[in-house]
T-cell receptor, first 114, second 114 residues
């Protein structure tokens, strides 16, 4: 099984809402990633978890809060977002975060902030 | 700093014709280089990668890429394009000295005409 699943597929939220994005993999991978992709732009790294510890935070605003409850799960908690945060949020995983290990991407969650 | 340039925003080729997508990178050391493909509304799929060794790399779906250090290039090729190859293609460089971060180019949208 080389699949990364993400839920929900689509999410519409107001600026005062609190919501969460979920990502799951069962490949035994120990590194997991959140990327943000605006329309017609490349993905941009937000966070990396390695062995369930946050290893990279690309200066992401605190209204985005990642969580890695176990090695298979990655959440992204959203609070007080802005309309400019509307984007495709991609989750990825790799064996252990080393560069030569392939990152497997999920299909993404399409987020719209009203 | 690491950067990736994909000079062509859009490319249109006829079905059955050959394809070359250009990628130039800027990185101080020997780069880790990747090509990913993204279909509309989907996540990214790895086509191929280069770390060292043979400079001509074979990937999935009949794609290949050639690493040319003297030109700082890693162009993607396919001898005969199929309509199902229509997608967006991203070249990426792995920044080992930045926590194994992937830096993506802006992408090239491939259209295939019948």
């Amino acid at each position: 099984d080389t699949e990364v699943t993400q839920t929900p597929k689509h999410l519409v939220m107001g600026m005062t809402n609190k919501k969460s994005l979920k990502c799951e993999q069962h490949m035994g991978h120990r590194a997991m990633y959140w990327y943000k992709q605006k329309a017609k732009k490349p993905p941009e790294l937000m966070f990396v978890y390695s062995y369930e510890k946050l290893s990279i935070n690309e200066s992401v605003p605190s209204r985005f809060s990642p969580e890695c409850p176990n090695s298979s799960l990655l959440n992204l908690h959203l609070h007080a977002l802005q309309p400019e945060d509307s984007a495709l949020y991609l989750c990825a995983s790799s064996q252990d975060g080393r560069m030569y290990n392939e990152q497997f991407f999920g299909p993404g969650t399409r987020l719209t902030v009203l | 700093a690491q950067s990736v340039t994909q000079p062509d925003i859009h490319i249109t080729v006829s079905e059955g014709a050959s394809l070359e997508l250009r990628c130039n990178y800027s990185y101080g050391a020997t780069p880790y280089l990747f090509w990913y493909v993204q279909s509309p509304g989907q996540g990214l799929q790895l086509l191929l990668k280069y770390f060292s060794g043979d400079t001509l790399v074979q990937g999935i779906k009949g794609f290949e890429a050639e690493f040319k250090r003297s030109q700082s290039s890693f162009n993607l090729r396919k001898p005969s394009v199929h309509w199902s190859d229509a997608a967006e293609y991203f070249c990426a460089v792995g920044a080992v000295d930045k926590g194994n971060k992937l830096v993506f180019g802006a992408g090239t949208i491939l259209r295939v005409k019948s």
